[in-house]
């Protein structure tokens, strides 16, 4: 048992490059050549001895490799990856997640009539005459604080104070200018 095991190691780096040359990827070819080991190995009181043991597991290297693509070819939900396809990979979502949650510890920031006039006109799309009425406030207030609320957001956001959800009442208010 243990020469035939010793055979079956010896043809690891033919039954390698016949694998690499067949996929054209070395990360396939060494896992069909290892499930022809296994296989080989498992089954080797199968083996003649005195037959060609190369044969042999190149038989049964091939065989697999046969067996893999048919299953390939029935599977519906096989798509093969490759580097060539960029279109597949998935763009990093984590830059745009700490923006909005920047953005949202920065609207917390605001005095709470420039977070209004803001999350009217932002969020809820309305115009200056609307905000002006939902808020019974001149509509050059509105876009007063609208500009500072921006810029306060702005400002906010580019030096990370957002970011830093620790700040006290005092740190707040030398940070953003109130308005009336």
């Given at each position: 048992?243990?020469?035939?095991?010793?055979?079956?190691?010896?043809?690891?780096?033919?039954?390698?490059?016949?694998?690499?040359?067949?996929?054209?990827?070395?990360?396939?070819?060494?896992?069909?050549?290892?499930?022809?080991?296994?296989?080989?190995?498992?089954?080797?009181?199968?083996?003649?001895?005195?037959?060609?043991?190369?044969?042999?597991?190149?038989?049964?290297?091939?065989?697999?490799?046969?067996?893999?693509?048919?299953?390939?070819?029935?599977?519906?939900?096989?798509?093969?990856?490759?580097?060539?396809?960029?279109?597949?990979?998935?763009?990093?979502?984590?830059?745009?997640?700490?923006?909005?949650?920047?953005?949202?510890?920065?609207?917390?920031?605001?005095?709470?009539?420039?977070?209004?006039?803001?999350?009217?006109?932002?969020?809820?799309?309305?115009?200056?005459?609307?905000?002006?009425?939902?808020?019974?406030?001149p509509i050059g207030t509105v876009m007063s604080r609208l500009h500072r609320g921006r810029e306060a957001l702005r400002r906010l956001m580019s030096?990370?104070?957002?970011?830093?959800?620790?700040?006290?009442?005092?740190?707040?208010?030398?940070?953003?200018?109130?308005?009336?």
């Amino acid at each position: 048992m243990q020469e035939t095991e010793h055979l079956i190691a010896e043809q690891i780096p033919k039954l390698r490059r016949y694998a690499r040359a067949l996929l054209g990827d070395p990360i396939r070819a060494d896992d069909l050549v290892q499930e022809a080991l296994v296989r080989g190995l498992s089954r080797s009181h199968l083996w003649q001895p005195g037959t060609d043991i190369r044969a042999w597991m190149f038989t049964i290297l091939h065989n697999l490799h046969v067996n893999n693509q048919r299953q390939r070819r029935h599977r519906e939900d096989y798509q093969e990856l490759n580097d060539a396809r960029p279109e597949m990979a998935t763009p990093p979502t984590q830059e745009h997640t700490l923006q909005v949650r920047d953005l949202a510890r920065g609207l917390q920031l605001l005095p709470d009539a420039q977070r209004q006039v803001v999350l009217l006109v932002g969020l809820e799309g309305m115009n200056y005459k609307q905000v002006a009425a939902v808020l019974d406030i001149p509509i050059g207030t509105v876009m007063s604080r609208l500009h500072r609320g921006r810029e306060a957001l702005r400002r906010l956001m580019s030096e990370g104070a957002a970011s830093n959800g620790s700040e006290d009442a005092s740190d707040r208010d030398s940070k953003v200018r109130t308005v009336p």
